[in-house]
């Protein structure tokens, strides 16, 4: 399961190397950020509901789906992988095209 992760984020990775502008598309930058908030909501089930996991789990505004593993200890570190690179694809592309960037956070900021 590591495995295909790492492979995920090496495919990620080489996509927004060559094609920096594919963040700059709202349903990309969305995405991503839905599939953070995902991740950071299926570690969160660990402390709320730790009886009762979930192995999927779906976003309400996206539509994106997840499937999960059981394993809360891989959830974090998936999550804490994922979280870095977003991070760094992000600020990489806000280097770039600044006001793309910055206008589409602010459009997902005035839909919050």
């Not at 190397?17 to 991740?39: D, F, H, K, R, V």
């Not at 969160?44 to 779906?58: F, G, V």
Request: aromatic content about 6%; glycine content about 4%.
């Amino acid at each position: 399961m590591e495995k295909v992760h790492a492979v995920a984020i090496s495919c990620a990775e080489r996509i927004i190397g060559a094609i920096p502008s594919a963040l700059c598309q709202q349903s990309s930058l969305y995405a991503m950020l839905e599939l953070l908030t995902l991740m950071w909501r299926s570690c969160l089930d660990e402390e709320i509901d730790e009886y009762s996991w979930r192995s999927t789990m779906t976003s309400v505004r996206g539509g994106v789906t997840i499937e999960l593993s059981d394993s809360y200890p891989l959830r974090r570190n998936i999550l804490k992988a994922f979280h870095t690179n977003s991070r760094k694809w992000v600020l990489h592309v806000l280097n770039m095209a600044p006001m793309d960037i910055k206008g589409l956070l602010q459009v997902l900021k005035s839909h919050a």
